[in-house]
């Protein structure tokens, strides 16, 4: 079969032809139809993330056929029994072990689930990795409900877009914000209230103009203007964390937390438990994931470039040559 | 009757005889026998406090009697319907509406409760505003369960030393810092299982030595070290802010806060529910309030010194004279 294996820090993605893995009594040998592309697959290539190993297949999403069946498949290993918190134990499918960005992948058998019944392979590949973030962080952890205003920082990326999504279909009133124009204007067009421009400094005035705060803020950027949106929540608002692409958190008011009696919630992947529950979500709700664009796997570097500029809107998804 | 006033930003609290206030229908007028000093009288006299208005008769701590009954008083008025957040007609005895530093003071009667019958009224004046912060901050937000370990910061104030006895009361490991050797060495002898001295740097080290990390952690300090909480968090943790006397929090690693999946989460005050409850849990635990030291009302202005200067453990209590 074919592989498509990094084999150091900063290196290409190359192909590589290798043996069809063994597969264990409780494993599960699926042939890849559609992969997706994380964030985290850069930051592997970039050396910063933990346990990196090399040869390494990168790849946390993807479809495929289990047999006759469309499946995908859930790319976090071995959560554990806490729905608080991932065991020790836990894995995500593409580092340690070899992930999608090949023709074929043994999975635990338990990983493995049936497409959501109104989605094509080519769309269910984009959605476990930020689907399962982003319906954990959104739904379990920020405890969202209907009619609550809900701002979706950094609109564009995967997570970012499902958390819209989701909100949406759970009746909330949805603001974005975003430095591009064009990806404020389409989220616009797929039922923000408002766009904002995160570097315009008068933002989160016209926020607190449009909407007197909001209750829930879902955040992958940190860093220093972090602090804002401590003043833009709600008194009892909710912002979770699932990502620190601006770096450390500076200057936030602890007067502001304790006073408004805010929650700061970090939130990453998700339980077994989360991972169908958001499957059924998306059924009842009939989303569709937005797609970014599709590349043929051997131009995976192109994709993995455009990942690395954040210049997507949705998913990336690579289609596997059969 | 005899008050005990503030006139001004940074004046001394003076005494001033005045009429015993008329009592409205849903009114009571409480005969005060002991007071107590808070955090909040301090900032209020140094003029660091939202809506200050003179002249003011401080004091958020009382027990007294309502007739021949002995009593004490939930000190916040208007919390509102919602558990999660008190509405914006909260307000605390002592400002707006004249506080404790009196002979008489009419409050709502439904502010009223009996006291604890294990508990003398001079030891019950230490429980209200203290006690109410420490129990909504440990289990209503923090959701402390038995046998889970807790940091105390600071511990000496009030609100610190509440949150210690009640998580000894629930089963806890607990653990404090100060950098007071005789305040850490008060909490060895109440029962804490270490103490550290944060102002030794290697003290989250030894820490996590001893205890491999912390379940929950009651926090009335901010600033740059809160960052070094984050890290001694265990998976699932919570870390619980009441106050911030060390100003803004800076360096917080979100990667730490969404990996760890912790919660750090705002609280102040109580709602009657929470009050209720906490007067129910100091029962049944025959948890007895530490008092730092008894003034007569006349000393008041020393009592404030000592409560400026940080230097007390447990509460300051004044006597009101009959």
Redesign the interface.
């Known amino acids: 079969m074919l592989s498509y294996v990094l084999h150091e820090i900063g290196g290409q993605i190359l192909p590589e032809q290798r043996e069809i893995p063994q597969v264990s009594q409780d494993g599960a040998l699926v042939k890849v139809a559609y992969a997706a592309l994380n964030h985290r697959d850069c930051w592997i290539q970039k050396g910063q993330y933990a346990g990196l190993k090399f040869p390494i297949v990168l790849g946390s999403d993807l479809s495929g056929w289990l047999g006759d069946e469309e499946v995908l498949v859930n790319p976090g290993y071995y959560w554990g029994t ?1 729905e ?3 065991s020790s134990q836990f894995q995500i499918l593409g580092l340690p072990q070899d992930g999608a960005l090949s023709e074929y992948v043994v999975v635990p058998k338990s990983q493995v689930h049936t497409l959501p019944s109104h989605l094509s392979l080519q769309q269910a590949a984009a959605l476990p990795l930020a689907g399962l973030t982003a319906y954990r962080a959104l739904v379990q ?1 920020g405890g969202t409900r209907s009619g609550e205003k809900v701002l979706i920082t950094g609109i564009g990326g995967g997570v970012a877009l499902f958390a819209f999504q989701f909100a949406l279909a759970l009746g909330c009133q949805v603001v974005v914000s975003s430095s591009s124009q064009e990806k404020r204007q389409k989220a616009l067009d797929m039922g923000a209230s408002y766009a904002y421009d995160y570097t315009n400094d008068q933002w989160t005035k016209e926020l607190m103009k449009d909407l007197g705060g909001v209750d829930v803020i879902i955040d992958g ?2 860093g220093e203007s ?2 804002q949106l401590i003043k833009i929540a709600k ?2 608002g909710r912002i979770v ?4 692409t601006q ?22 992947m998700g339980s077994e438990q989360d991972f169908e529950q958001m499957l059924a979500f998306v059924e009842k709700h009939k989303i569709v994931p937005v797609i970014d664009s599709v590349y043929p796997i051997s131009e995976v570097n192109t994709a993995m470039d455009r990942m690395r500029e954040s210049k997507q809107f949705g998913k990336l998804i690579l289609r596997i040559e059969q």
Do not use: H, N
Request: proline share 5%; hydrophobic share 35%; net charge positive.
């Open positions: 806490d608080t918190v991932q952890r950027a940190g972090f602090s008194p009892a964390i699932y990502g620190g770096g450390e958190i500076q200057k936030m008011s602890p007067q502001q937390i304790f006073w408004k009696q805010l929650s700061v919630l970090g939130s990453t």
